[in-house]
DNA sequence: TAGATTGTTAATCGATTAACAATC
DNA sequence: TAGATTGTTAATCGATTAACAATC
């Protein structure tokens, strides 16, 4: 099993992957991909062999063959469905990034409890009542939600996630959400990763 | 001097603390706030040693005293003046999320090369060519930025927000840029983040 | 072979957890 | 005093770095 940061450089990796193929380039070694990744050659290499794809001294790593292999690693993410939970400031900013942008991942619908916000299109996205979730994550078979409610509804609104299906969560809540072992939790606090700046900055 | 993940999580507490004064509750222990932000109470209580308050054995923390504590600590945040660079959906989104919120954190400009964006308040911001954004610096004495540019443009900006006086970077591109050791660089990359939790959701 | 890069193991580093004496 | 919580130290854990033999 990989770890959660490994994952994270694998993701890197593979979009700096896909620019080398577009540029025509087919092999590639630990110290290049390193470079333009922002991490050393050997984090790269015991990264790549995490996934089980093994290079050779001579010319490095196949470019493509590589890519296929991390493609793999992230299996379905491709066609990956998610739904967003809470049409408010960071919602529909996260809408109007997703939907407008030419990303590989789909927000195919977002809820709300607001009825000035729902049955009726949002930033490119279709936004209905929260009680309509669960036919949705049915039909769909949605595994991902991002989390984008007001604090005080994030514990109750991250357990009725679960209850109907979820296994993770991006939370761009404040809160630290408390659920079973088995769902992933991703925080993203911007304000507080802001506030962290600001520190440093000073 | 504080690790990076003390003063997130510093940042957490004081969120914490301030709805406790204004549901008027005046002492916390330490396995009380750690409960509100998923953190354990012994963490909870080495982050508060780190910032040098001390509470006692038997009413804990008073809250008042603790969120000035945590308040001086951050100091200058307050009244933090920053720059949002790159007004592409990111951008943009990121610009109504802070404009439209209660935020204390203010993003006093923006700056793009597109004439079409520049020149005019987009969300609530207004929006300059990037040439104006060293007389905004100065004038503003501002220290930290978010970068939102293009992957490629993503390093020569930074090379230039650096020249420019900036000390702290809050980094939504994909890149890892290179810089000078004393600037502070926060990556923000959303997509890899969520393809970290459907990589988890499977 | 020589040179560069690979996969792999040992050493280092830092943060978290566990344990406990000190305190109100 | 008894009980709960505090500050503090030692043990644990995991990830990164450094070192190196194996490979093309």
Same mark, same amino acid.
């Given at each position: 099993?990989?770890? #959660?940061?490994?994952? /994270? %450089?694998?993701?890197?990796?593979? %979009?700096?992957? +896909? !620019? ?16 333009? *990744?922002?991490? @050393? ?8 062999? *995490?996934?089980?794809?093994?290079? &050779? ?6 470019? !493509?063959?590589?890519? &296929? ?6 299996? *379905?993410?491709? *066609? ?15 809408? $109007?990034?997703? @939907? #407008?942008?030419? $990303? $590989?991942?789909?927000?195919? =619908? ?6 000035? +916000? !729902? &049955? %009726? ?5 279709? =936004? ?19 989390? /984008?409610?007001? =604090? !005080?509804? =994030? #514990?109750?609104? /991250? ?11 991006? &939370?761009? @809540?404040?809160?630290?959400? +408390? ?11 911007? @304000? ?11």
């Amino acid at each position: 099993m990989s770890s #959660q940061k490994t994952v /994270a %450089r694998l993701s890197l990796y593979r %979009r700096f992957l +896909k !620019i080398l193929v577009s540029e025509e380039k087919y092999s590639v070694f630990s110290h290049e991909l390193g470079k333009l *990744s922002g991490v @050393t050659a050997a984090q790269v290499r015991r990264d790549l062999m *995490s996934v089980g794809y093994t290079g &050779n001294p001579s010319h490095g790593y196949k470019v !493509i063959d590589l890519l &296929n292999c991390i493609d793999e690693f992230f299996k *379905s993410t491709e *066609s990956a469905n998610i739904i967003l939970v809470g049409i408010g400031n960071i919602g529909r900013a996260l809408l $109007s990034y997703f @939907t #407008q942008g030419k $990303s $590989s991942i789909n927000i195919i =619908a977002a809820f709300d409890t607001d009825k000035t +916000k !729902i &049955n %009726r299109v949002i930033n490119g996205c279709h =936004a209905y009542h929260i009680n309509e979730m669960s036919n949705f994550i049915n039909e769909y078979k949605v595994k991902t939600a991002v989390l /984008a409610v007001p =604090a !005080i509804y =994030a #514990q109750s609104t /991250a357990e009725l996630l679960c209850e109907l299906g979820i296994k993770g969560i991006m &939370n761009f @809540t404040p809160v630290r959400v +408390k659920l079973n072992e088995d769902i992933y939790v991703e925080d993203m606090d911007i @304000t507080m990763h802001l506030e962290k700046v600001l520190y440093y900055s000073k």
